[in-house]
Structure formats: structure tokens, C-alpha cells
């Protein structure tokens, strides 16, 4: 009974200092956060189309901000939800390329005492997975990445309005790990001072304003999922949009 209570009592201090380590931002920092959503919710929304729906995500309402309370950097918060795509049942993608698989699943055409059948049908499905959900992870004043960020090298996607983009490789993911094969990477803002940090194996944004400051000055969306649509999104959306979201 005594070590229940002194537990209970160690994970009551951990929830305290938790929630003591976040506080509501103060009118300044509400019109940075507010500056970014703006910018940010319409255009990730906007990757809905006719074979594809939100499923889940976007940002906090603004009574829901709230921001780091000691931060090391600037403004440390996080006001995005990540977004969740889906394709849309009943759509031309849909009846194409999914509806034909669970088809298969549903009829009872699998021979489940084929070997060979059923690992085939096991791969299909994963590939039918991947091809079938969208994740999107927006992050701001990221402290770094994991792949040096040179603008316009060999790596560097070069996607219109973004400082740096890259696939990411599979042994560097940053962001919600799905286990999806693709996925992306876009940097914005001033990341051409990043440097190596050793100690941690990455890349590390230079902030120019003092920390606990109200200024966001870098972006990072992380698209992960069906290649094909990241690949259209990457050409289509306005990504010149995201730099309105910093604060100069």
C-alpha cells in the first residue's frame, strides 16, 4: 500500500509540473499563433479533392493555445493537430484502386491454404494501406532537422516558396512515424545557418530573436503516405503561402 501511494504521489508531481510548464499565450503571442494558423489551415484543407476527405486534424481553437512557459527558443507551441486523409468511398480512385481489393477480401476468392496467395494478398493489402491515407504534421520553430538543410543541392526537392525539401530517408524520420515508405519533408524559413550539432546528430535552426519571444520564424510540414498524391500536392499547392505564416 505504501509504495501505491508514494507512485500515485510521484505521477501527481509529473502532472503538475506538466501542466505548470504551459501557460495561455498573452495577447502577443495569441497574434503570432493566429498569423500561422490562418495560413496554414486553409492550405492543408485544401488537399481534399474529389477522392480524397479530412478525416481528422487541423489547429486548437484560440482558446486552446497555450505556449511553453521557460521556452529556450522563441515562441515554443504547437497549435496544429496533425491532419488525416482518407480516400473517399465511391470515388474514381476508390472503385479503381481500392474497391477491387477488399472485393477480393469479402468474397472469399483467397485460397487461405495457398501459401504464396496469401502472402501476395498480405502485400497487396499494405500497398493498399499506404494508398489509402494521407498524414499531414505541422510544426513551428522546429529546433532542427536530421538532413543538412542546402538549399538547392542534389537532396533538395526544390519546391516553389520552400527554403529546403527531401524525402526522407528511412533511417532519419522526424514527425509521426506511420510506417509509411513515403514521405516528405519542407522546410521554411531562414534554415541556411543551420548547423551540425554532434551531441545530437542533426541540424540546428539559429533563432535570431531572443527566446520567450512572439516570433515564429521557421515552419515544417512532414506529408507522409500514397507517393502518388504527396507527388501532386508537392507541384499544386501554393507553398509560397507558408511564409506568410512567419513572423519577419
Known sequence: ???????????????IST????????????????????????????FQNSDWQIKSGGADAPEDYSVQANPSIPIN????????????????????????????LNNGTID???????????????????????YVDVQVNDIALLVHPLKNSITDLKVPGCYFSYKQPADKLIGTDHNTPDSYVLAFGDWSTARAR??????????IHPKGTPFIENIVIIISGNNDRIKEILKTANWQKVNEGLTK
Open 19 to 46: 501542466a505548470q510548464s504551459n501557460r495561455d499565450p498573452n495577447a502577443a503571442e495569441t497574434i503570432v499563433i493566429n498569423k500561422a494558423v490562418n495560413v496554414i489551415v486553409p492550405l492543408i484543407n485544401g
Open 77 to 104: 507551441t504547437a497549435p496544429f493537430n496533425e491532419w488525416h486523409f482518407t480516400i473517399k468511398p465511391g470515388s474514381d480512385y476508390y472503385n479503381k484502386n481500392i474497391k477491387p481489393y477488399y472485393d477480393k
Open 112 to 134: 487461405a491454404t495457398d501459401a504464396k496467395a496469401m502472402k501476395d494478398f498480405q502485400t497487396e493489402g499494405n500497398k493498399i494501406k499506404s494508398e489509402s491515407n494521407l
Open 1 to 15: 500500500m505504501k509504495k501505491i501511494l508514494i507512485l500515485s504521489f510521484v505521477l501527481l508531481l509529473s502532472i
Open 198 to 207: 554532434a551531441s545530437f546528430g542533426d541540424y540546428g535552426f539559429k533563432f
